[in-house]
C-alpha cells in the first residue's frame, strides 16, 4: 500500500520497468486529499472524466501531471518507463498499421517508436 513517509518520498510497489504500479497510484490519489479519486482529479484539472485513469495505463499527458501535481511529484518519479533519465518525456509514437503519407512535422521533434 503507498504510504508517504516523513520527508516527503512515497513507498510504494513497482513494476518491473520501474513504474509505480497502478494500485498504488490510485490508493496515492485517494490518500492525498479526503474523498479524491481518478474521476475527480481530472474534472478538476479541466480534463476528460477519464483522463487520469488513462494515463495510469498508457501515456497521457495531461493525466500524468494532474496525478503528479496532487502528489507533490514529478512525472518522472511516477512513471520512469516514459521518461528520459534527465527527466524529459520520451515520445510515444503510434505504429500505424495503415500506409499514410509521411507528417511534416509533429508533436515532436525527435521521434522515437515506442
Known sequence: MAVRRKDGSWNVAKLP????HPEEIKAA???ERRGMNLQKLARDNDLHP???AHAIAKPHYL???AIANLLRL???DIWPNRHE?????I?????????SPPSTGGHCENRVAA
Not at 533519465?85 to 518525456?89: I, V
Not at 515520445?91 to 500506409?99: D, H, I, L, S
Open 17 to 20: 520497468s520501474g513504474d509505480w
Open 85 to 89: 533519465a534527465d527527466g524529459t518525456r
Open 29 to 31: 490519489v485517494r490518500m
Open 63 to 65: 493525466g500524468e501531471q
Open 50 to 52: 477519464n483522463a487520469c
Open 74 to 76: 514529478s512525472p518522472a
Open 91 to 99: 515520445c510515444q509514437v503510434r505504429v500505424r498499421t495503415k500506409a
